[in-house]
């Protein structure tokens, strides 16, 4: 935990407000869009950052947001946005989540689960806290996806570099100690007695990669967000980058095809 935290704290130095994040991402972007007609009442944003998807729900879903971050500056910001925030640490196996079961009907965990060293405690500690039926709406990156392959298979390099000068690549390598597939994840949280319901696939629009894409060059940027949403519609979301999965507890697993929705 220790480390995590330090690990954390040096990615956001300098950090004091949401508006200083540099790393707005598409999958902040989707929520709370992508609840559409499920009329949660009580939210967990698990590992919530500096709060962005806590924010955006507090101010257009009529839900209780409940935010849970370790590093005291998330913890200082999400406070100062005036959200709710409870402080414990996901990766201990040996302690349960302070809530009771089914206090929540919607859990968020956005690009969390590959930083944790016990994945099997988090799902089962989720899928306490759930209530029956209750929603799981999870992402991490997807190392099969197309925009991943290149690097791996044609130049020979890994996902992220230790070494690089970008200190996005380098906190990764040092922070992610899982690597999932599309396939892997949707298989690894349906063993914990969820149910896949809809994938969600959030187009290029407003994320801080696509707004420097935009600066640099609008017709490269249009054609890549283009590309994607082609891509989306017609292949599978097995290749998509980062797609966010909606899971149900007690939902019927199931390994056909499911229903895809581009946001």
């Known amino acids: 935990m220790t480390n995590a935290i330090e690990l954390e704290e040096r990615r956001l130095a300098g950090i004091e407000s949401i508006e200083q994040y540099p790393s707005f991402h598409e999958r902040h972007r989707v929520f709370p869009a992508i609840f559409e007609n499920r009329a949660h009442r009580r939210i967990i944003d698990l590992s919530a950052g500096v709060g962005i998807v806590g924010e955006r729900i507090k101010n257009g879903y009529p839900a209780e947001i409940v935010c849970n971050d370790i590093a005291p500056?998330?913890?200082?910001?999400?406070r100062g946005l005036g959200l709710q925030t409870v402080s414990f640490d996901l990766d201990d196996e040996q302690t349960c989540y302070p809530f009771e079961d089914g206090a929540f009907d919607a859990a968020i965990s956005l690009a969390t689960i590959e930083h944790?060293?016990?994945?099997?405690?988090?799902?089962?500690?989720v899928g306490r806290i759930l209530s029956d039926e209750g929603y799981l709406y999870i992402s991490t990156p997807?190392?099969?996806?197309?925009?991943?392959?290149p690097r791996l298979v044609l130049r020979g390099e890994t996902f992220h570099n230790p070494l690089s000068k970008n200190e996005r690549t380098r906190y990764e390598f040092y922070g992610h100690v899982r690597y999932f597939t599309y396939k892997t994840l949707r298989e690894y949280v349906s063993s914990f007695g969820f149910g896949l319901q809809a994938v969600y696939l959030p187009v290029p629009q407003g994320s801080t990669h696509f707004k420097n894409l935009l600066a640099r060059s609008r017709p490269r940027a249009l054609l890549y967000r283009r590309l994607l949403i082609w891509m989306y519609r017609l292949l599978s979301p097995r290749w998509a980058p980062e797609p966010v999965l909606c899971f149900q507890k007690g939902l019927a697993s199931g390994h056909g095809r499911v229903r895809k929705v581009l946001l």
């Open 73 to 78: 500056t998330a913890l200082r910001i999400l």
């Open 142 to 149: 997807n190392y099969a996806s197309i925009l991943y392959l």
């Open 116 to 125: 944790l060293l016990h994945p099997d405690h988090f799902l089962r500690e």
